[in-house]
């Protein structure tokens, strides 16, 4: 974070108490920002926390109907989104509707599924206290603090935030410091259809200001970001105990079976790793081909990558890449694979052209390297031969990353994606997961944990409640020191009547 007028293209400032962003290619001024203090998120808090129960007495019905009105907002002025996506994030027009599509979808499933998947229900009692009717519900935890990051500034955030909305809570937003006039733009369209309460609202500024929402006591504290700044969100979480999901990094595969459909593997692969210059958390970073068809795959796939228009202007295939700090790394990634004898078979250091990144594929790069372990978060792939899918799978297994995949496979496709250790595969496509309203999004190990989208999405920001109601008088008080040693007996005999057969 640079405290100065004078800066580079996309890097975000503080000037004059407020946060500028600015386009990552042209430098234009984006938005401009009060960079919030810690007074200012417990303010917000604090108002979110009347608002939370206005709209949880609203109940399913009220919160359907103006989320639907906020997702037909968002519709019928998509093009103005993305055109602002397009400006402040610089990815193309093109992707930037096709990332809030998806989330539009998204608010939609939420607030169309949330009694469904939340509302009360009755459970069966146990036939040992068959006395007692028992009900479940779930409930709104109250506020929750949604921290976004800026490679897909719309889709992850309302990943949190529609899913935490329908299922009853109100949402205190921290976006990222790259993208606060997205952010902005998203609760204005809510405020809008929403005039009544604070339910949703922004605060801005840089790192500081979503440490500090970690502290200001929400009821639970969405971060999607990198895993190291993921560890400091939950370590600050801790102090309170305040829940946390955590949707962190990634270093996803790509398996090629020997039967694969070769053409839609490379459609896939090259579109997985390289849309939105890489930056996708569930993007493609690795490949691994079996040998059968390694060579016709590989030609394929460089033919078709080497195609790929880099630029900020109308019909690019993919712009700059949004902060400029992680170009260092993506250099080091391919000059580090490089000097461990891996060639590049596209693109390599010179297609390093801040703030662009040509597309680069890698071969022949050992499985410790940079490039294969660590997030690139740029245009590149590596391509590994292996004897088989199997192998494959062993070897995109050994990361300390897990939450997405891709598999290519005529014969073994869901078999294999059951393989990959990860929260989410997609079988003959990638990243087709991501805008599937109905199915969990979400990863294992250093990719975090928690579940956003779905029914596991809805019941992420929603706390159980179980309630158990006597209907009729015990035969067998278990539950009383009023039982006799008759009684006690008979207990005892129940129990082996329920359960004493092995089977
Ligand atoms: P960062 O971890 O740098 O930042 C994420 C958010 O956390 C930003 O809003 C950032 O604010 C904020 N933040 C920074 N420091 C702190 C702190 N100490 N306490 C609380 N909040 C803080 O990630 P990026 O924005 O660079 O996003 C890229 C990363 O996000 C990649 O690793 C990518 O894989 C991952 N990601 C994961 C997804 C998933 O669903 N699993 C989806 C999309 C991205 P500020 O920007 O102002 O510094």
Redesign the pocket.
């Given at each position: 974070?640079r405290m100065t007028a004078t800066h580079a293209p996309g890097v975000?400032v503080v000037e004059d108490g407020h946060l500028v962003s600015s386009n990552p290619a042209t430098g234009e001024q984006i938005g401009r920002f009060p960079a919030s203090g810690e007074s200012d998120v417990a303010d917000a808090v604090r108002r979110a926390r009347q608002a939370a129960a206005w709209w949880a007495a609203l109940g399913f019905a009220g919160r359907r109907e103006r989320l639907l009105r906020w997702r037909a907002a968002l519709a019928n002025r998509l093009e103005e989104l993305a055109e602002l996506m397009h400006r402040e994030g610089g990815k193309p027009v093109a992707e930037a509707i096709v990332e809030a599509a998806g989330a539009i979808d998204h608010i939609a499933w939420a607030a169309k599924h949330a009694r469904s998947v939340l509302g009360p229900r009755r459970v069966r009692s146990s036939l040992m206290q068959i006395e007692y009717a028992s009900r479940l519900e779930y409930l709104p935890y109250g506020v929750v603090g949604v921290?976004?990051?800026?490679?897909?500034p719309v889709l992850?955030p309302i990943?949190s935030i529609g899913y935490a909305l329908a299922a009853g809570n109100a949402v205190v937003f921290?976006?990222?410091?790259?993208t606060p006039a997205i952010g902005a733009w998203l609760v204005d369209r809510f405020v809008e259809v929403v005039p009544e309460q604070p339910v949703l609202q922004a605060v801005f500024?840089?790192?500081?200001?979503?440490?500090a929402?970690?502290r200001s006591g929400v009821n639970k504290l969405a971060?999607?970001?990198?895993?190291?700044?993921?560890k400091?969100?939950m370590a600050?979480c801790a102090e309170t105990l305040t829940p946390v999901l955590a949707?962190?990094?990634?270093k996803d595969a790509m398996i090629v079976d020997a039967d694969a459909d070769l053409d839609g593997a490379v459609a896939a692969a090259v579109w997985g790793g390289m849309t939105n210059a890489g930056?996708?958390?569930?993007g493609i970073e690795r490949v691994y081909v079996a040998d059968a068809v390694y060579d016709a795959f590989l030609g394929r796939l460089v033919e078709r990558a080497a195609r790929l228009t880099v630029g900020i202007e109308d019909g690019a295939d993919f712009g700059p890449i949004t902060?400029p700090g992680?170009i260092d790394t993506i250099r080091r990634h391919i000059a580090d694979a490089l000097e461990r004898g891996g060639r590049a078979a596209l693109g390599g250091p010179d297609a390093v052209q801040p703030p662009y990144v040509r597309p680069t594929i890698l071969v022949d790069v050992p499985e410790d390297a940079a490039a294969v372990r660590e997030?690139t978060?740029g245009p590149t792939l590596t391509v590994t031969r292996v004897a088989d899918a199997d192998e494959g799978v062993r070897l995109a297994n050994a990361s300390r990353y897990g939450?997405g995949g891709a598999v290519f496979s005529r014969s073994r496709g869901v078999a294999l994606a059951r393989q990959l250790r990860s929260g989410m595969t997609a079988v003959n496509s990638a990243i087709s997961f991501a805008g599937m309203p109905g199915l969990p999004?979400?990863?294992v190990g250093d990719?975090?944990f928690g579940r956003?989208h779905g029914a596991d999405g809805l019941r992420e920001f929603a706390r159980p409640k179980a309630i158990t109601k006597r209907r009729m008088r015990s035969l067998l008080p278990a539950l009383s020191f009023d039982r006799t040693p008759k009684q006690v007996a008979q207990i005892a005999r129940a129990v082996r009547l329920l359960h004493g057969r092995p089977r």
């Open positions: 974070m975000p921290i976004g990051p800026w490679n897909y992850t990943g921290k976006p990222s410091e790259y500024g840089t790192g500081d200001v979503g440490a929402l970690c971060f999607t970001g990198s895993t190291a700044t993921g400091k969100v600050a949707e962190c990094g990634g930056q996708t958390c569930v902060m992680q997030e978060f939450l999004f979400g990863g990719s975090g956003i």
